[in-house]
């Protein structure tokens, strides 16, 4: 899985994405969500992760970079 790093946390947090340039897929570092916060819906076997909201220029460049590879990152 050959990984393309699209950038992280900017303040310098743990969080960062980097897009599988093989597939297209989003692979993120972030932070463990609370298990106790209201937003969390629990998924058996799944982790909640929680990405601070300046991360989202981050995650529009990964999907503008997905688009370059030829993937449409909108296809489920």
Do not use: C, Y
């Not at 992280?8 to 597939?23: R, S």
């Amino acid at each position: 899985m050959p990984l393309h790093f699209i950038g992280a946390d900017p303040i310098g947090g743990p969080a960062a994405v980097w897009v599988d340039t093989e597939n297209g897929d989003l692979v993120v570092k972030g932070l463990t969500a609370d298990p106790d916060d209201p937003r969390v819906v629990p998924f058996p076997g799944t982790e909640h992760l929680e990405l601070p909201g300046r991360m989202k220029p981050i995650i529009l460049e990964a999907l503008d970079f997905i688009r370059s590879l030829g993937f449409d990152p909108d296809a489920g």
